[in-house]
């Protein structure tokens, strides 16, 4: 399973990103790349959380793929 990244400018100029498969990951960048990094480091964050409580994860062979 691949992690998608699906991310869009908004009228403002940010950048917002989500990872649809963990409810929750969704930030905003003030460029196409940091909103990137960023959803990537708060999806670590929530399947780093879930593994500490005990909580299923995906299995992840490949981490991330970007969708625009």
Known sequence: MKLT??????ADGRWIAEVPE???VMVYGASRDQAIANAEALA????AERLENGEPIPQLPMLFAVAS
């Open 44 to 47: 670590f964050r929530v399947l």
């Open 5 to 10: 990244i699906e991310i869009e400018q908004e």
């Open 22 to 24: 963990l409810p929750g």
